[in-house]
């Protein structure tokens, strides 16, 4: 947490502050959620790019963003023409002076990321989402899901779907613990169905298509199970609805992720 305070000073005396865009170019990882939150500490927006989108990707995200600092990390350097200041994540110089808070200097209404969809109509389009619809989710998190403290969860979905914000926020809006996984274990299933049970995950989102290929009766720990991405079978709710707290959820990423939430709780899993 001190590392995220002393960048975010280091970002704002670049010019970073309401609704001032800021790309962040990594892959899953610690780096990346210090880099995000030194962006909003900083009172800008952030904007997560792919390293293995093609290079024309990302080129035009940062144009048509008018982002003018780029966060990334060392490996990714050589991957993204970019004519702005490239600052790296790793980069402890950034730690260097003043380590007080900064004054928070955004209201509800200003910028608090950016992301692009998937561009299936022609160019990727940028959703500009506002800090109003993340207190929004806070509320969800709280009030609907009930995470907790105690709460263990997973980092699962590549960060630039908006899946990983619902997931980075569940945590930081609750004080759960944020399990960030790497490609290994969620390209295996057995990889990730042992990663649950070792470190004793109690919360996981995800799509229906990946979910199918894993056995229930496999997992000891998982108590909330929530599904999104892309319509869910009844087969598959059948399957999973009296091992976990089974939630069904949908959202357009205009709408700050979700909009729709069913629920089929269990009373022993409250």
């Not at 609704?19 to 962040?24: A, K, L, Q, T, W």
């Not at 990334?72 to 994540?89: A, S, V, Y």
């Not at 091992?243 to 357009?252: C, H, R, W």
């Amino acid at each position: 947490m001190e590392r995220r305070g002393i960048s975010a000073r280091v970002l704002r005396g670049k010019g970073v502050g309401a609704d001032r865009i800021v790309g962040i170019l990594a892959e899953r990882s610690l780096e990346m959620i210090v880099g995000i939150l030194g962006i909003l500490k900083a009172g800008g927006a952030y904007m997560p790019i792919d390293p293995d989108y093609p290079h024309e990707r990302k080129g035009y995200m940062l144009a048509d963003s008018s982002a003018h600092i780029l966060l990334t990390q060392q490996k990714h350097k050589q991957k993204c023409d970019f004519t702005g200041e490239i600052l790296f994540l790793e980069d402890f110089t950034l730690c260097a002076g003043d380590d007080s808070n900064l004054v928070s200097i955004n209201n509800s209404g200003d910028l608090a990321y950016m992301i692009y969809t998937s561009g299936s109509t022609g160019q990727p389009k940028g959703v500009m989402i506002e800090h109003h619809g993340m207190l929004s989710l806070k509320c969800v998190f709280a009030e609907t899901l009930f995470v907790k403290e105690s709460d263990k969860i997973t980092q699962f979905a590549n960060s630039t779907f908006d899946a990983s914000i619902w997931e980075i926020f569940m945590s930081l809006f609750t004080g759960a613990q944020l399990h960030i996984l790497d490609k290994e274990t969620i390209m295996n299933y057995k990889y990730f169905e042992c990663y649950l049970n070792k470190h004793e995950i109690t919360f996981a989102t995800l799509p229906p298509t990946y979910l199918a290929n894993l056995n229930p009766d496999n997992i000891t720990t998982l108590t909330n199970l929530i599904v999104a991405g892309s319509a869910s079978p009844v087969e598959l709710f059948n399957k999973w609805n009296q091992k976990v707290n089974f939630v069904n959820a949908y959202g357009p990423t205009e709408s700050t992720i979700c909009t729709t939430i069913w629920k089929n709780v269990i009373p022993c899993k409250t």
